[in-house]
């Protein structure tokens, strides 16, 4: 599949990048992440991203004693391994002060040293090493009818009605990387999910967690058409 006149290159891809610690949030390859910018120093992150040739930042989740925390923790907190580059596709401002932003994730980078320079924001050495196939959009065949098959009940129990025929008409990789992103797993799951090694293991995971929050609801689901 031929790239975008604006996707990088796997050499073009930095050695330090600028990151945004997120606990429960995640992006995955060529998935979409919309973000609401307000804090002062990662306003000034994105101000420097949107002046770089690539415009990328990093989503990587924050650790907590308890393990991966959720949202914003203050300072810096320590840092999973894993994170994905996102590139900054869409941008606009808001009259109180935010920026309104969406990501198209790019690639994972194993988390290096950490460092602020002469910035507001933190900066850590990125090792792409492990991660060029991110790039490949080469489609990877995964159990379709199984995930589809485990989202009925998963969706009925919290109460989604979704568009079937939307859902059907995505390829594989784009209905994993979209049902991952989107269903409220707990961040731990989420960092599974990303460290996955590709589509079909994400997928193989997914179904797992699927399966796993069916079972924790009391009462078997209900047949659905």
Not at 36 to 65: C, H, W
Not at 145 to 163: A, M, N, V
Not at 177 to 200: G, H, Y
């Amino acid at each position: 599949m031929s790239k975008g006149p604006f996707e990088p290159r796997f050499e073009d891809l930095p050695e330090r990048i600028p990151i945004f610690p997120l606990g429960g949030v995640l992006l995955l390859p060529r998935g979409r992440l919309p973000l609401n910018i307000f804090e002062t120093r990662y306003l000034a992150m994105i101000r420097d991203a949107l002046a770089s040739p690539l415009r990328l930042i990093g989503m990587v989740q924050p650790k907590s004693d308890e393990g991966i925390g959720a949202g914003i923790i203050p300072g810096d907190p320590e840092l999973c391994h894993v994170g994905c580059a996102g590139r900054i596709v869409s941008f606009a401002e808001t009259g109180d002060g935010r920026y309104l932003i969406e990501l198209k994730g790019v690639a994972r980078f194993g988390v290096g040293a950490t460092a602020h320079g002469d910035r507001p924001y933190r900066l850590v050495a990125a090792d792409w090493t492990h991660y060029a196939g991110d790039l490949d959009e080469t489609p990877q065949v995964i159990d379709r009818d199984k995930l589809t098959e485990t989202l009925r009940p998963y969706f009925h129990q919290l109460g989604i009605k979704p568009d079937w025929r939307a859902l059907d008409g995505l390829m594989d990789d784009r209905l994993v990387t979209t049902v991952a992103m989107l269903a409220p797993f707990a961040p731990q799951e989420k960092q599974a999910l990303l460290e996955a090694a590709d589509t079909k293991a994400r997928a193989e995971l997914l179904i797992g967690l699927l399966e796993m929050a069916v079972r924790a609801n009391a009462g078997p689901p209900s047949q659905l058409n």
